[in-house]
């Protein structure tokens, strides 16, 4: 989950580790705690696969490098301007791939999917064309509908006696409802809105 978070994120912006870590907080929600110890191996194992790499960003990229007249100077001035730079503080400042971002892809689409991923996914909905949109919301539909039938059942099979035990599936039965109403009607709009996939996609395809 943090490697979609950390591309998706970056499929924004490119940012250095503190700011990537104030988003993934954003993204995972207030009671995640994604600490640098996890983030900045994630994001070496990205490296490696070359799906980030460390760009220039920014007001700390490097300013236009003037014509030397020589092919030496030409030379040193264009490896130059390839090192790496650094955000604030001499940080690392990363960014998305060609290759990242078929990884993004490649992570969206995937069928496992349970609350805390499927929420995930739909915070980077703008990343996906409308069929993908469309594939994850109808899985996590039937997903939903599976556990509405078998709350039921077990509602049905289960000694009443005790009133907060009730209480909780009930809580669980309506809560799921609402879900499936939910996503019923982002399907709606997904389906009858012309206009959303350019809203939902912020204009990117």
């Known amino acids: 989950m943090i490697e979609l978070a950390i591309l998706g994120i970056l499929k924004e912006s490119n940012l250095h580790g503190y700011e990537l870590k104030k988003h993934l907080r954003k993204v995972l929600g207030p009671l995640s705690n994604v600490s640098f110890g996890s983030l900045y191996p994630a994001l070496a194992r990205l490296e490696r696969e070359g799906a980030v ?68 996914k739909l915070a980077f909905f703008r990343w996906c064309d409308r069929p993908t949109r469309l594939r994850l919301l109808e899985r996590r539909r039937a997903s939903l509908l599976d556990r509405l039938e078998e709350t039921r059942k077990a509602v049905a099979a289960r000694d009443q006696d005790d009133p907060y035990v009730r209480a909780l599936m009930e809580h669980d039965t309506e809560s799921t409802m609402n879900d499936i109403a939910w996503i019923g009607r982002l399907i709606a709009r997904e389906t009858g809105d012309e206009g959303l996939d350019k809203e939902t996609t912020g204009g990117h395809r």
């Open 53 to 120: 790499t460390i760009v220039e960003s920014g007001p700390d990229a490097a300013p236009p490098m003037p014509m030397t007249g020589s092919l030496t100077g030409e030379a040193a001035a264009f490896r130059s301007r390839r090192r790496p730079t650094r955000g604030p503080r001499n940080r690392k400042v990363y960014g998305i791939t060609p290759a990242g971002e078929t990884r993004l892809v490649e992570l969206m689409a995937d069928p496992a999917d349970d609350e805390r991923s499927f929420g995930m």
